[in-house]
Every structure is written in structure tokens, then in C-alpha cells.
């Protein structure tokens, strides 16, 4: 007998809810040691609870009246052997005869791919009902139960000297908004924030509401004030309810029909504000018996992405299809890909020519991992580096050239609603202050031109990297403090004087 039961089972019921309380337990295990739980340790947990539950016979867990016997578990098979599609057949028994008696029927089928998408399907059948009682902070669903809902109205969206914002501009400054909030759920995985447009049961007004984690209100407020200053936010204490009673609910969830490298469609793509058919479909719901609500769930990257995309572009750049260089970014599918060139690799590099890459996937792909800050090609332009080369003399110039290419670049690619940055890098030298390679004064001397070149040149900001010398980050902020100084207060065109 397994452990936890008293009695057998005596329907499809009772198997079912023992199953999903066993995964649900399981899972409360695993959530009270890592927070961080994706779907794959959630769906391994419940196949190997249906593997255990398998281990025991149909006698041993089962009530006489409800397992079936050898004459119905022989025509069972038969059915399922014949039938056009062996899986259904096979989950139908599940419902009606029970989990157990079905994996009865499935033991006797010699077919792999059955006997795979069976388990597969009974696996979400499990996990669908499976729930967990026990609520603690930090474990799903605490942070459902702790979102603070916030009803947003915008009395005119026009910009301080009175002009109507176009679409793009909406959609650039909304844009900024996200980009604010990435900070939630970038330390707990399961924290997300929501943006919902409703209209509820009895009632004529269609109203846009945000849900937020409760200890991220503050920053939902003040970023979207300061994008959006004549909004008003009003916490809701009480949830909107667009059901009704005895009434039919309909849901629909959308996904993406390609791979996530895909980019979807952006503001540039459309003639109209999209927003405004859902708007015209709410508008035309009845006020008493009806209700309607779309849902936008957002939640910080759980995994990594950047360089598999890289890695992805990187491939189809040399010539690789687009499906494949996608398959080959997942562990199963590099696996699959490395054995087929063991084995084909040879006989179609004799039979086939090179592949053209794919120049417009490149593009599209590219879109998806694009950044808004572009970095200078200035990291070695200090004057002590370059004097290596007998162009010291030079930084301000080099300097300059380099921020002003990288401006031109930012500049076409920056609209009034989504602006573009320049980073001016400033790399730390070849000699340091600590170690007597260079006084204090003289790295000054170094690191002042090439710090006026780029601000002469337009960068947003001066980015001091990779130093290990503190004496030589102090030496470079002290540059970067006057050189900007000197740039706007007198607005210099040269820095004679200064090297």
C-alpha cells in the first residue's frame, strides 16, 4: 500500500486528487529550499510522481469494482490498438475509468510515441488541479495575493508646450516606463506587474488599471509621474469584477506563433493606434451581462537570452537557416545538430555550395538584442597610451573623431520619443599610479584631452571602466569633474594649454 493512503481508490476522482496533492507537496519541498522553481522542475516532479504511482499494481491501489478486469482491460487495448488516434482514447479512459486502469491499458501498447504523449498529457492533467494550501512570503501564489492595483486615468496627453503627442511618442514614452520597471522581479523571479484594460459588469466606463508588488508602488509612482505628469493613480482596494453570475466565460490567451528571436511588431508598423479596436469592441459590450478585461503580463527575463540570440545571429550570419541556427540554440537541439554533422556533414559539404546568409533575418533578429546606449571607439585614446605610438599630442582629436562618430550613429537612430546615448569610454592605461609607472599629476595631464575630446565630440556621459588602481579612478574622475566644466562653462574648441 502506499504511504498516505487508508483506503483504496474507488473512482477517477479520488486517484486524481491524491495525485495532484502528492505533486503539490512535492512542490512545497522544493519551493521551501529554492525559490527560483521554472516549469520544467514543476513538470519532473510530477513525472516522477505518475512513474512511482505506475510502480504499483492495479490490485494493489485500486478498489476491486473499479480496476478493471482482464476481459475489459483486453478489449481496452484492442480499442486503443485500433483506434485513430490511441492517445485520445487512451486519455479518455483516464477520465472515465481512472489514471491507474489507463496506464494498465498503456503497458500493453507498443508504441513509443503513445505511450510518450500520454504521459505527457496525464502529466498536465495532474499538474492543472495540483494546489498548494500552505501560503508563504516569497512562494507562489504569496505574490498574487500581494499585488497593490492602482486605476490610472490620463485627463490629456499633451506635452508642456501643448502639442498632441503622435503615436510613436506615446509608444517611445511607454517604452521608458517598462524599461523603469525592469527593476521588478529582477531578485525574485516571481514577482510581475500587470497592465489591464477592463470594463466591468453594470457599467459604461472602460477603465486601464496597473497591478504592482506592493513594496514597488513607490517606483510604479514616481516613474510613471515623471513620463506622464498629469496622470492620476488611484489605488483600488477592491478588485474589478467583469463576471457574471450564471453567465459564460470565454478566455483566450495569446502566444507567439515563432520563436521569441522574433521581434513583434512595433509602432512603426502601424497606421493607427491598435488600442483603439479593443477600445471599439469594449465600447459595444452591454452594461448589465457583460463584461470584459485584456490582460498584459509582464515579468523580468527569468533566464539569460542575450547570448543565445548572439550566438543564433551569429550562425545564420554564416550562411545557416534560420530554423536551425534557432534549433541549435537550445542543449537538445545542438546535441541532435552535432550528431547530424557527424554523420552528413562530410557528404553535403561535397554535394552542396555555401548558403548566402540570410541578410533580413540578420536584421530582424538584430532588433530584438539592440541596445539605446552605443559605446565609443575611444577605450585606449588617453594621451599616455597614445604616446606608446608617438601621437600622444593627438587624444583630443582622436578622442573627438570617435565621439562624434558614435553621435552620428546614436543621432539616426533617435526619435523625439525614444532617444539614443552616447557612452564615452575611457579605458584605465597601461601605467599606474600605485605602482610608480606614473605620477598623479602627469595621468591627469594624460586623461584631460581625451575627456574634453569626447564631450567636444557629444557623448551623454564618460564611462570609466576596468580600472583596478583607485589612485587612478580618482585621478580620472578628477579629469572627467573639469573637463566638463571647462567644456560648458567656456565651451572650448581646442585644449591647447591642457596636454
Given at each position: 500500500?502506499?504511504?498516505?493512503?487508508?483506503?483504496?481508490?474507488?473512482?477517477?476522482?479520488?486517484?486524481?486528487?491524491?495525485?495532484?496533492?502528492?505533486?503539490?507537496?512535492?512542490?512545497?519541498?522544493?519551493?521551501?529550499?529554492?525559490?527560483?522553481?521554472?516549469?520544467?522542475?514543476?513538470?519532473?516532479?510530477?513525472?516522477?510522481?505518475?512513474?512511482?504511482?505506475?510502480?504499483?499494481?492495479?490490485?494493489?491501489?485500486?478498489?476491486?469494482?473499479?480496476?478493471?478486469?482482464?476481459?475489459?482491460?483486453?478489449?481496452?487495448?484492442?480499442?486503443?490498438?485500433?483506434?485513430?488516434?490511441?492517445?485520445?482514447?487512451?486519455?479518455?479512459?483516464?477520465?472515465?475509468?481512472?489514471?491507474?486502469?489507463?496506464?494498465?491499458?498503456?503497458?500493453?501498447?507498443?508504441?513509443?510515441?503513445?505511450?510518450?504523449?500520454?504521459?505527457?498529457?496525464?502529466?498536465?492533467?495532474?499538474?492543472?488541479?495540483?494546489?498548494?494550501?500552505?501560503?508563504?512570503?516569497?512562494?507562489?501564489?504569496?505574490?498574487?495575493?500581494?499585488?497593490?492595483?492602482?486605476?490610472?486615468?490620463?485627463?490629456?496627453?499633451?506635452?508642456?508646450?501643448?502639442?498632441?503627442?503622435?503615436?510613436?511618442?506615446?509608444?517611445?514614452?511607454?517604452?521608458?516606463?517598462?524599461?523603469?520597471?525592469?527593476?521588478?522581479?529582477?531578485?525574485?523571479?516571481?514577482?510581475?506587474?500587470?497592465?489591464?484594460?477592463a470594463v466591468a459588469d453594470n457599467s459604461d466606463d472602460i477603465v486601464f488599471y496597473v497591478a504592482v508588488p506592493s513594496k514597488f508602488t513607490s517606483l510604479f509612482e514616481k516613474q510613471t509621474l515623471s513620463l506622464f505628469p498629469h496622470a492620476e493613480l488611484m489605488i483600488k482596494?477592491?478588485?474589478?469584477?467583469?463576471?457574471?453570475?450564471?453567465?459564460?466565460?470565454?478566455?483566450?490567451?495569446?502566444?507567439?506563433?515563432?520563436?521569441?528571436?522574433?521581434?513583434?511588431?512595433?509602432?512603426?508598423?502601424?497606421?493607427?493606434?491598435?488600442?483603439?479596436?479593443?477600445?471599439?469592441?469594449?465600447?459595444?459590450?452591454?452594461?448589465?451581462?457583460?463584461?470584459?478585461?485584456?490582460?498584459?503580463?509582464?515579468?523580468?527575463?527569468?533566464?539569460?537570452?542575450?547570448?543565445?540570440?548572439?550566438?543564433?545571429?551569429?550562425?545564420?550570419?554564416?550562411?545557416?537557416?534560420?530554423?536551425?541556427?534557432?534549433?541549435?540554440?537550445?542543449?537538445?537541439?545542438?546535441?541532435?545538430?552535432?550528431?547530424?554533422?557527424?554523420?552528413?556533414?562530410?557528404?553535403?559539404?561535397?554535394?552542396?555550395?555555401?548558403?548566402?546568409?540570410d541578410s533580413e533575418k540578420v536584421e530582424i533578429f538584430s532588433r530584438k538584442i539592440k541596445t539605446d546606449i552605443i559605446e565609443t571607439n575611444s577605450f585606449g585614446t588617453s594621451a599616455h597610451v597614445l604616446a606608446e605610438y608617438g601621437i600622444g599630442e593627438r587624444s583630443y582629436?582622436?578622442?573627438?573623431?570617435?565621439?562624434?562618430?558614435?553621435?552620428?550613429?546614436?543621432?539616426?537612430?533617435?526619435?523625439?520619443?525614444?532617444?539614443?546615448?552616447?557612452?564615452?569610454?575611457?579605458?584605465?592605461?597601461?601605467?599606474?599610479?600605485?605602482?610608480?609607472?606614473?605620477?598623479?599629476?602627469?595621468?591627469?595631464?594624460?586623461?584631460?584631452?581625451?575627456?574634453?575630446?569626447?564631450?567636444?565630440?557629444?557623448?551623454?556621459?564618460?564611462?570609466?571602466?576596468?580600472?583596478?588602481?583607485?589612485?587612478?579612478v580618482k585621478c580620472a574622475v578628477i579629469a572627467a569633474r573639469d573637463a566638463m566644466r571647462r567644456h560648458f562653462k567656456l565651451r572650448l574648441d581646442s585644449c591647447d594649454g591642457f596636454r
Amino acid at each position: 500500500m502506499i504511504e498516505g493512503i487508508l483506503k483504496q481508490f474507488s473512482s477517477p476522482e479520488e486517484e486524481l486528487k491524491y495525485l495532484r496533492e502528492k505533486v503539490a507537496l512535492r512542490e512545497r519541498e522544493l519551493m521551501a529550499r529554492n525559490f527560483e522553481v521554472d516549469r520544467l522542475d514543476t513538470e519532473t516532479i510530477a513525472r516522477q510522481e505518475l512513474k512511482e504511482y505506475a510502480s504499483f499494481t492495479a490490485k494493489m491501489i485500486l478498489d476491486r469494482e473499479h480496476a478493471l478486469g482482464e476481459p475489459a482491460l483486453a478489449a481496452s487495448v484492442e480499442q486503443a490498438a485500433i483506434a485513430h488516434d490511441p492517445v485520445r482514447e487512451i486519455i479518455e479512459l483516464a477520465q472515465e475509468k481512472g489514471i491507474r486502469n489507463a496506464l494498465s491499458v498503456l503497458e500493453k501498447i507498443d508504441n513509443a510515441y503513445v505511450v510518450d504523449e500520454v504521459h505527457r498529457q496525464l502529466i498536465e492533467i495532474i499538474r492543472a488541479g495540483a494546489s498548494i494550501q500552505d501560503l508563504r512570503e516569497n512562494v507562489p501564489p504569496w505574490q498574487l495575493l500581494s499585488l497593490t492595483l492602482y486605476e490610472v486615468t490620463l485627463p490629456e496627453v499633451k506635452g508642456k508646450d501643448g502639442h498632441e503627442y503622435q503615436l510613436t511618442e506615446l509608444v517611445g514614452m511607454m517604452e521608458q516606463l517598462f524599461a523603469g520597471l525592469r527593476t521588478i522581479g529582477a531578485k525574485q523571479s516571481e514577482n510581475h506587474f500587470a497592465f489591464e484594460i477592463a470594463v466591468a459588469d453594470n457599467s459604461d466606463d472602460i477603465v486601464f488599471y496597473v497591478a504592482v508588488p506592493s513594496k514597488f508602488t513607490s517606483l510604479f509612482e514616481k516613474q510613471t509621474l515623471s513620463l506622464f505628469p498629469h496622470a492620476e493613480l488611484m489605488i483600488k482596494v477592491h478588485d474589478y469584477n467583469i463576471f457574471v453570475d450564471g453567465g459564460i466565460t470565454v478566455v483566450a490567451e495569446a502566444k507567439l506563433k515563432k520563436h521569441p528571436i522574433y521581434p513583434l511588431r512595433t509602432a512603426d508598423g502601424f497606421s493607427s493606434d491598435p488600442l483603439s479596436v479593443i477600445l471599439n469592441a469594449f465600447s459595444k459590450i452591454e452594461r448589465e451581462g457583460g463584461g470584459a478585461a485584456v490582460q498584459f503580463v509582464m515579468r523580468h527575463p527569468q533566464k539569460p537570452y542575450r547570448k543565445t540570440y548572439e550566438e543564433v545571429i551569429k550562425n545564420v550570419q554564416k550562411g545557416m537557416k534560420a530554423s536551425e541556427a534557432i534549433s541549435r540554440s537550445t542543449f537538445g537541439g545542438e546535441i541532435m545538430g552535432s550528431i547530424s554533422d557527424l554523420f552528413f556533414d562530410k557528404k553535403n559539404k561535397e554535394n552542396s555550395t555555401p548558403s548566402s546568409p540570410d541578410s533580413e533575418k540578420v536584421e530582424i533578429f538584430s532588433r530584438k538584442i539592440k541596445t539605446d546606449i552605443i559605446e565609443t571607439n575611444s577605450f585606449g585614446t588617453s594621451a599616455h597610451v597614445l604616446a606608446e605610438y608617438g601621437i600622444g599630442e593627438r587624444s583630443y582629436e582622436i578622442s573627438k573623431v570617435a565621439a562624434e562618430l558614435a553621435r552620428s550613429v546614436a543621432d539616426e537612430y533617435s526619435s523625439r520619443s525614444w532617444q539614443r546615448f552616447v557612452a564615452g569610454s575611457v579605458g584605465p592605461g597601461t601605467k599606474l599610479v600605485t605602482l610608480g609607472h606614473i605620477n598623479f599629476d602627469a595621468l591627469y595631464q594624460a586623461y584631460y584631452p581625451c575627456m574634453l575630446g569626447l564631450i567636444a565630440g557629444g557623448v551623454d556621459l564618460l564611462q570609466i571602466e576596468t580600472c583596478q588602481d583607485i589612485l587612478q579612478v580618482k585621478c580620472a574622475v578628477i579629469a572627467a569633474r573639469d573637463a566638463m566644466r571647462r567644456h560648458f562653462k567656456l565651451r572650448l574648441d581646442s585644449c591647447d594649454g591642457f596636454r
